[in-house]
């Protein structure tokens, strides 16, 4: 299947959600799979330049998303962003849905400005949880923030409110925070399907990780920007402010194994 779309470099931004918990891959960096790796793995497929970079850390809140995440995001020059984040401010924080989407807003605003295609995401609907439906208004109120900042900055919105198999038991993890592998294979659908783009996720049936020997399919001259700004970006996301915890994939990079070093190319068979 041929998968047409204009981008070349996509970089996620967000927490947990983006980070991939609940969908564990041992053979994924940092372990964690997800939506965003899983819409890689399938935005990669007939693009050999294609690079892909996830700044996400668990816990994050939304301030802490844009104050370490977004200066990297922009000196990467993406041409497509996704950024998820404020959850962790609602349901632990009680933040003022208002005031969120006043800090989103500006960020929104500088990522567009780029000319990079950026993605938002409305919060699932958890009105049958008995403990998280008590903050389904605030989520309803942010959700229709996200949507009016979508308009004014020329965004994409996916919308998980009204994805309405994410009310099945089987699309979370057991902790009823984050979604299972099902749940991020279906987001990951979703975002594809938003994007217009063609893809190969079948409905309920996740991917199983592609075969690491499709890391050995021919490039031509294959040239990734380690040099763009490697080292203060690493120092920057490993800033000590929760847990310890670093970006699973802070440098944009094939899906698939490792960046080749500029002027070379691969040899051996087609």
Do not use: C
């Amino acid at each position: 299947m041929v998968h047409p779309h204009p981008w070349s470099r996509f970089v996620a931004l967000g927490d947990s959600f983006t980070e991939g918990v609940g969908d564990p891959e041992p053979e994924s960096p940092g372990g964690l799979r997800g939506w965003a790796d899983r819409v890689a793995e399938e935005l990669s497929v007939d693009h050999p330049d294609f690079a892909y970079a996830n700044l996400a850390v668990r816990g994050r809140l939304l301030q802490q998303i844009i104050d370490e995440q977004l200066e990297p995001t922009l000196a990467l020059n993406p041409d497509l962003v996704t950024l998820s984040g404020g959850g962790n401010d609602l349901v632990f924080r009680a933040s003022d849905p208002d005031r969120l989407a006043e800090q989103l807003d500006d960020a929104v605003e500088k990522l567009s400005a780029t000319g990079a295609t950026v993605v938002l995401f409305t919060g699932p609907d958890w009105g049958a949880t008995p403990v998280f439906g008590l903050i389904r208004g605030k989520i309803a109120i942010f959700n229709e923030h996200l949507r009016a900042i979508a308009v004014r900055h020329d965004s994409i919105i996916v919308d998980l409110w009204a994805l309405r198999q994410l009310r099945d038991h089987s699309m979370w993890d057991p902790d009823r925070l984050h979604f299972s592998q099902l749940g991020h294979h279906t987001i990951a659908a979703m975002v594809l399907d938003t994007l217009n783009v063609p893809h190969s996720l079948e409905p309920l049936e996740p991917k199983p990780l592609p075969k690491s020997s499709w890391r050995g399919a021919r490039t031509e001259d294959l040239v990734w920007a380690r040099e763009y700004l490697a080292p203060w970006i690493l120092r920057r996301l490993r800033h000590r402010t929760y847990e310890d915890r670093a970006a699973k994939r802070p440098e944009p990079g094939p899906v698939f194994g490792s960046a080749m070093p500029e002027h070379t190319s691969s040899s051996g068979g087609s």
